[in-house]
């Protein structure tokens, strides 16, 4: 039952406090689809009862309010910070970040990481992880003094091309048994080629998987 499997993503989440934003976002278009699903009952067919549905998403909305309410419990060590090391050292760790709404958040902590944060070049190598040359060029931006302004250019970006996609951990769906298993975990599968029958499922697949 995929709604199984969601609430236990969810559960985990609130356990870990990490993710929040992703299974929010996840949540939020997946209540999305299914409103337009449940409205216009006439065009698309849903299995099962229509009420079993809307319990569905009251569940959603629930899981909503309770990743809203979610308090990150901050540590308590009194040790050694992201500021304390060198600007070096806090740029590299900034290059490993793959969300440039991370970056944005990370500069709002400290005026020192939000002037980090501007760095032309952390922004310049986020837009081509992302996106293609051609892409980049057809929305270039320039600065009055003549510099590509990549920020803008990123979130530019953004709007017009879907971003590059990369999870820690990701479902898949066996073409052969017909089921979805998380990478890590793997299934008892019977077929000849295991490899070729188990496709990654992203989080937009995995929301399609409710659409009929």
């Known amino acids: 039952n995929y709604m199984n499997i969601l609430e236990r993503v969810v559960q985990k989440v609130l356990d870990d406090q990490q993710n929040v934003r992703p299974i929010k976002e996840l949540l939020q278009t997946l209540y999305v ?11 698309s067919v849903l299995v099962g009862n229509i009420n079993c549905w809307v319990h ?19 540590p308590m060590s009194k040790g050694m910070t992201l500021t304390d090391l060198p600007a070096s050292l ?17 500069g709002q902590v400290t005026p020192d990481l939000g002037q980090l944060t501007e760095d032309r070049l952390l922004w310049k190598r986020l837009c081509q992880y992302h996106f293609t040359d051609r892409q980049i ?3 270039l931006m320039v600065s009055d003094k003549g510099q590509l302004e990549w920020k803008k250019m990123y979130f530019k970006l953004c709007r017009c091309y879907p971003v590059r996609e990369q999870y820690s951990e990701t479902l898949h769906f066996c073409t052969h048994c017909h089921i ?24 937009q697949g995995f929301i399609n998987l409710f659409k009929f």
């Open 33 to 43: 689809s299914l409103c337009g699903l449940v409205q216009d009952m006439g065009k």
């Open 56 to 74: 569905r998403m009251e569940n959603i909305l629930q899981w909503q309010q309770q990743l809203d309410n979610i308090q990150i419990n901050r």
């Open 137 to 139: 060029r057809k929305r």
């Open 90 to 106: 806090q740029l590299n760790i900034m290059e490993r970040l793959t969300d440039g709404r991370d970056l944005v958040s990370l």
């Open 180 to 203: 979805l298993f998380w990478k890590d975990t793997n299934h008892p599968c019977t077929a000849n080629n295991t490899e070729s029958c188990c496709k990654p499922v992203s989080p």
